[in-house]
């Protein structure tokens, strides 16, 4: 049973940072992918960035020099350490697991997550 579990949200100002952490439970990374997503009221839920059990990165250009993604194997947790947000960075954050090998390749698309976290919010302000 996979179970991801984000903290970390809530207000921050303009330029100020903020770290997120997805705790990942259950989930077993052979060729398959992590990533955050987020969503705005009204709005799809969008890639920031994904990182393959290879190390790779890929990053939303939105996200590009500003944030930041990690992985701790030792305690299975994601980060997204956010620096320089700016209020349009505003939304509920999702981390997302992936246990298709065409992730890799199909990184950017939503469908390719089969496993969601509930999400925690981040308002910039």
């Known amino acids: 049973h996979v179970q991801l579990v984000e903290s970390g949200g809530g207000s921050v100002q303009a330029g100020g940072s903020l770290s997120l952490s997805c705790a990942t439970r259950?989930?077993?990374?052979?060729?398959?992918?992590l990533a955050w997503f987020r969503q705005v009221p009204g709005k799809e839920r969008e890639m920031v960035v994904q990182?393959?059990?290879?190390?790779?990165?890929h990053y939303d250009s939105t996200a590009e020099g500003r944030f930041t993604i990690s992985l701790d194997n030792a305690d299975n947790t994601m980060y997204l350490q956010m620096d320089s947000p700016k209020p349009e960075d505003t939304a509920m954050y999702y981390c997302?697991?992936?246990?298709?090998?065409?992730?890799?390749?199909?990184?950017?698309?939503?469908?390719?997550?089969?496993?969601w976290g509930q999400g925690t919010q981040v308002t910039v302000s």
């Open positions: 997302a697991a992936s246990s298709f090998s065409s992730c890799v390749r199909q990184w950017y698309f939503k469908t390719q997550y089969n496993y």
């Open positions: 259950g989930y077993t990374r052979r060729s398959g992918c």
């Open positions: 990182i393959q059990d290879d190390g790779a990165k």
